[in-house]
């Protein structure tokens, strides 16, 4: 492939002309490379001969001759047979590439106004056709084609070196383009920012992806985008995932993003806040979005942040939803939910950092709206040092992504882990009856403090008393002796209204300490049709903390 760009020569006229006093006609050569062009793009369609000889009046090439043309196919066919294919490749060798460069215009404007608009023009055809025509079109400046797209991406991870000088460079050149920047993916620094402050506040109509944050977070701080940021208007943007970013006008922006697919927010800094009704008011325009992240740093919570007193009268519809994930204050996430509609929601996974009194309406309510979340299989607790974490597992059509809700409030005090796990008992108790699998696992340090029996065995029998389609329990760590204990009370009548149908109960611990506390619900369930079957066996990770006590 010839993509040398050609000598200087002499002047296009002069040499026209004397390529021109050489041939037979000039609308020889023109038919003849209209009738290779129309082959090319198999069209029937002509290029207007009249408009390419205008054009090339501007010559001198066909002074004289333009009311002696003929674009009939028959003369074209004509011409063909006198000159023969050697003839017509040897006379359009002759044209001066400023004259091919207008025939070439002249079918692109053909093809744009007698195809469809937003079929584009296949101009790499002409590359194909030989090395001249191959050169013409990639050295020379054309509008054939739309100006190819620019990515600017310096991925942030520790495979890749950070950013430096010399890369800014690069990325400043590149952002004097904005029409034609399509991914933005580069972590920011502080002379970065301050180069390309200007650069960022225009608009930017076909950018798709948008990655960035500080740097380094522990030397400069979250990244502060200003209020104009992309000129705040991206219509074509589909991810935007932003981290330790301060954009506090992003609920805006997001407005014109109609296209907008996935939104990442990680730790947002308190400077960055905005309003759960500022972040449901600009995802109302997001009708494709199916990711949706907002991970706050502690604390999320502002004063003039409480939670709505009622709901609103419209919610948001979000109809391709179908991830949530938020990390911050529990009012913040009331009031967002209690603003969206997610039908299609599949997977929750929440995380309170902060909470003032724990009391979830709203997200009960928002799960109840969902098509797919309806009826879990498995349901896990999982109490901590730090946390309790509740899991609800659902079976869903989709065959490569599972239902769940994840529940996971920090929390450091035992008697309040067993009162939050008590009241979302009760808020999502339209959901537990269909549950079959429960598993429940305290760490063994959980009750290092006070006895593991005590004042908990009214509370669990609570909890259970919502799972009535159980069938097995599987309980291990410090939860043994609790459940253990609170399931020696259930005798006579009362075994029918705690864990009706269950038929495998599974301890992992000592078979000698549990089962004085077991045989008593053992033997009441022995006479109903569903008898209890206990299975032991050894924790060893709680066995190894003991020792070493």
Not at 319 to 328: C, D
Not at 408 to 432: E, N, P
Not at 526 to 531: F, G, L, R
Request: charged share 25%; hydrophobic share 35%; glycine share 4%.
């Amino acid at each position: 492939m010839n993509l040398h760009r050609p000598r200087h020569r002499s002047s296009p006229n002069g040499r026209a002309q004397r390529a021109f006093r050489r041939l037979l006609s000039p609308r020889v050569i023109i038919t003849k490379v209209n009738a290779i062009i129309r082959r090319l793009f198999h069209k029937t369609e002509r290029a207007p001969m009249h408009d390419i000889l205008e054009t090339l009046e501007e010559w001198d090439l066909v002074a004289g001759e333009t009311e002696h043309v003929q674009t009939s196919h028959h003369e074209e066919t004509r011409e063909e047979r006198v000159q023969g294919e050697g003839g017509g490749l040897a006379l359009i060798e002759s044209l001066p590439s400023e004259v091919l460069i207008e025939i070439f215009d002249c079918h692109r404007l053909l093809a744009k106004t007698s195809g469809p608009s937003w079929i584009p023009w296949e101009w790499h055809r002409l590359a194909h056709v030989c090395s001249r025509w191959r050169s013409i079109i990639f050295e020379k400046t054309l509008d054939f084609w739309p100006a190819l797209p620019i990515a600017i991406r310096y991925p942030r991870s520790s495979r890749f070196r950070h950013v430096t000088s010399q890369d800014e460079d690069n990325i400043i050149a590149a952002l004097k383009h904005p029409d034609r920047i399509c991914e933005l993916n580069v972590p920011m620094t502080k002379s970065l920012l301050r180069k390309s402050a200007l650069l960022l506040q225009a608009s930017f109509p076909t950018l798709e992806c948008l990655r960035t944050g500080s740097q380094d977070t522990d030397a400069t701080g979250p990244l502060i985008l200003p209020v104009g940021f992309l000129g705040g208007s991206t219509p074509r943007l589909r991810d935007v995932h932003l981290t330790n970013t301060a954009f506090s006008a992003l609920p805006l922006l997001i407005q014109s993003a109609r296209a907008l697919v996935s939104l990442q927010l990680d730790n947002i800094p308190n400077s960055g806040y905005f309003s759960p009704e500022a972040l449901a008011a600009g995802l109302s325009a997001t009708p494709r979005l199916k990711l949706l992240k907002v991970y706050f740093q502690a604390p999320s919570f502002r004063p003039e942040q409480r939670r709505t007193s009622s709901p609103p009268k419209t919610r948001s519809s979000l109809p391709a939803l179908t991830e949530i994930h938020f990390r911050g204050n529990s009012d913040y996430f009331e009031d967002l939910v209690s603003r969206i509609d997610a039908p299609a929601v599949e997977q929750v996974d929440v995380n309170f950092i902060e909470l003032n009194t724990f009391d979830t309406p709203q997200l009960a309510q928002f799960i109840n709206r969902t098509k797919t979340l309806k009826s879990p299989h498995h349901t896990s607790i999982r109490l901590s040092d730090d946390d309790i974490t509740i899991i609800h597992d659902f079976r869903i059509p989709s065959p490569s992504v599972s239902g769940t809700i994840q529940l996971k409030v920090s929390c450091d005090d035992v008697d309040r882990q067993m009162s939050i796990l008590v009241h979302v008992g009760r808020q999502f108790s339209r959901l537990l009856p269909s549950v079959e699998t429960v598993n429940a696992d305290g760490s063994p340090s959980l009750f290092s403090l006070r006895d593991q029996r005590e004042t908990d065995s009214a509370k669990w029998l609570e909890i259970l008393r919502h799972f009535r389609g159980v069938r097995k329990l599987e309980v291990s760590g410090a939860l043994v002796p609790n459940i253990a204990s609170a399931l020696e009370q259930v005798t006579g009548n009362m075994a029918r209204g705690i864990l009706p149908f269950l038929r495998d109960l599974h301890l992992h611990g000592s078979e000698s300490s549990m089962s004085p506390s077991i045989e008593p619900f053992v033997a009441a369930r022995q006479p109903s049709s569903h008898p209890v079957s206990v299975h032991y066996s050894r924790d060893d990770s709680f066995d190894n903390l003991s020792d070493n006590d």
